[in-house]
């Protein structure tokens, strides 16, 4: 089962944001996590599906809405995608990417877009087998406020 996050399920959500950020090597800090998740339900500044197996919330994607200028539309960027370890190979992250779909459907979105690492073989197969299809048409860059 599939439920957006609310202020009502935050706590379900914690520890696999946690953690999420503990796999791209961040400290864990459920505080930290709780407020960064509260403010973005609060503002409605993302929105969140978690899912559930047997009653225990297993993973969840996090998109955050954002414009094209030249589409003249929103697009959304799928920001956080993860799955507890135990809980893999099940299917559960098509599922949310097909949750995720269902809201750029609903919103009239033009597209939703994703970054991962050119090393994430698991994540560029999970991506192309749900229909994304990888740009060569653009440089990605960051600059980094130190």
């Known amino acids: 089962m ?9 706590q379900d959500l914690i520890p696999l944001f946690d953690a999420y ?3 791209y090597k961040k400290d864990s800090d459920l505080k930290l996590a709780e407020d960064f ?27 955050y809405p954002s414009f094209s200028s030249t589409r ?16 893999r190979g099940k299917g559960f992250s098509k599922q949310l990417i097909e949750e995720a779909k269902d809201l750029c459907r609903k919103t009239d979105a033009c597209a939703m877009l994703l970054e991962t690492s050119i090393n994430n073989s698991i994540g560029n197969s ?21």
Do not use: C, H
Not at 37 to 58: F, P, Q, T
Not at 80 to 85: E, G, Q
Not at 131 to 141: C, I, K, S, T, V
């Open 72 to 87: 003249l539309k929103r697009f959304w960027i799928l920001n956080d995608l993860f799955i507890s370890p135990y809980f």
């Open 126 to 146: 999970l991506y192309t087998q749900t229909g994304f299809e990888l740009r060569d048409d653009a440089n990605f860059y960051e600059w980094s406020n130190k």
């Open 21 to 23: 950020r503990q796999f």
């Open 37 to 63: 998740l509260k403010s973005r339900i609060i503002n409605n500044e993302s929105v969140i599906y978690m899912l559930y197996d047997g009653g225990k919330a297993v993973g969840f994607v996090q998109l």
């Open 2 to 10: 599939i439920k957006q996050v609310t202020l009502e399920t935050l």
